[in-house]
């Protein structure tokens, strides 16, 4: 028997004002799952995720994890949830089981720290991943992004307990966003989006938070060659993307930017008039 598990959950809460008014409300928020990832037949990991989108992070953390290299050498992916959870069963190709068996990992409960529980220091670290040079962002273009942020932030915007990972147009347009609890979840589940749908891979991401060693490790085997980030990047992170030819763009807010790596592709062309035109698009970099 299988147990529907909702995005958000209403609690009975007490709300607390200045001078110690206190009122009790019905408080939405976000719904917190166990999810276990099975290869194969053998358990792998536990994570605690938001239960959205579970089929594209099942297939986006299997290649950005690197347990295949690519998404035909997933077979089957099978979502069951119950009582606990959610379980995941993903068969993938003999030769990429055998591998994963070399390179056990342990990550149970992983919310946060992508490095958390890696049984040894040196599997935490994987080769570097040069991306391609295909990619240019006009830097005027992400104010409109920004603008588009309420209208695709759904569950943040109820629970304000999310983060988002979306991917982003050469013109500047969102085209698609996942959340989760988890910002390398809500990555992992944009990545296994195009993958899934054999898609284009986008022009750059947004994420809305900072850009960790980790958000940019799995942005390399997705081949993302540009990332924009709400927040700042971490000193693993811009190390990483600088041996990775990813361009790392951090503190994207309040008309500002710091490009921390590969400056190339990011240009400040004035846009032009049908551009300008269009609403929630404006120049203001």
Known sequence: MQTKINNVIEHRTVRCFRNFRESEIIE????????A?????????????????????????????????????????????NDKGVLIYIEITNRCFMALKDQRRNMAGRTGCGLCGVAQLEHAVKPTIRVKNNKIFNINLLPNVLEQLPRVQTMFNITGATHAAMSLSERGDIISSYEDIGRHI????????????????????????????????KSASANIEIIFAISAATSLAIELAEKSNITLV?????????????????TSEKLNTLDIMEPGRKQAY
């Open 28 to 35: 939405s928020v976000a719904s917190e799952i166990r999810v």
């Open 37 to 81: 990832l099975i290869y194969n037949g053998v358990s792998h990991t536990v994570m605690m995720a938001s239960p959205a989108d579970l089929e594209c992070f099942a297939i986006g953390f299997t290649l950005s994890e690197r347990i295949v290299d690519k998404v035909t050498e997933i077979k089957s992916i099978d979502v069951e949830p």
């Open 186 to 217: 809500a990555l992992d589940k944009l990545i296994g989006s195009y993958s899934k749908n054999k898609s284009i891979t986008p022009t750059a991401i947004l994420l809305t938070s900072r850009a960790s060693f980790e958000m940019v490790q």
């Open 250 to 266: 951090g503190f994207c807010r309040n008309n500002r930017a710091t490009i921390y790596t590969h400056p190339h592709r990011i």
